[in-house]
């Protein structure tokens, strides 16, 4: 029979095994990102082993290995409107944000991707669409492609919504506003 000071050491040695093995991951991950010259930053997270924020042209992707689920690692994509579309969102009536809102949540796919889409626009954090990847399958090939995938469903998703609000009618400056 082990005693506690065995236990505590096995416990122990486990707990730093698995923080190396999350610091690989972040290092093998970072050295991609810097081979494709993309730029990135660390965030502190708390919840996470890592957390990695990556800055492509269209949208910001971040990477991390979340603390609860382990051997998954989540993709996701972060969609604020530009000021540009928060102007002429302002200028929208209430129930023509809301059947825009309806428009863009029944083109989002909701098959593949985790997603939550706000119906405040003005949220810094209007769209999220997430993917979650195993860790033993990670390739940079598979982490690539499903950065460029989000990415293309943000400019997709940001091209509908340019789109909608050119097509929509803006409230009379005269007229007051009634909820």
């Given at each position: 029979?082990?005693?506690?000071?065995?236990?505590?050491?096995?416990?122990?040695?486990?707990?730093?095994?698995?923080?190396?093995?999350?610091?690989k991951l972040k290092a093998k991950i970072e050295e991609w990102l810097e081979a494709e010259g993309i730029s990135?930053?660390?965030?502190?997270?708390?919840?996470?082993?890592?957390h990695i924020q990556v800055n492509l042209k269209n949208v910001c992707i971040h990477i991390q290995e979340s603390k609860v689920r382990r051997g998954v690692l989540v993709v996701q994509g972060v969609l604020s409107p530009s000021e540009l579309q928060?102007?002429?969102?302002?200028?929208?009536?209430?129930?023509?944000?809301?059947?825009?809102f309806l428009s863009l949540f029944a083109i989002l796919d909701k098959s593949e991707y985790l997603f939550m889409l706000q119906e405040d626009f003005s949220s810094k954090?209007?769209?999220?669409?997430?993917?979650?990847?195993?860790?033993?399958?990670?390739?940079r090939s598979s982490l690539l492609n499903e950065m460029k995938d989000l990415n293309t469903k943000f400019v997709n998703m940001n091209y509908a919504l340019n789109e909608a609000l050119g097509s929509l009618v803006p409230v009379s400056k005269d007229l007051p506003i009634y909820s």
């Open positions: 029979m082990r005693s506690q000071d065995q236990k505590k050491q096995v416990r122990r040695q486990k707990v730093n095994d698995d923080e190396t093995g999350h610091s990135y930053t660390n965030v502190a997270d708390f919840n996470s082993h890592f928060l102007d002429k969102l302002e200028q929208v009536k209430p129930e023509d944000k809301r059947s825009l954090s209007w769209l999220r669409i997430h993917r979650t990847l195993y860790v033993e399958d990670l390739t």
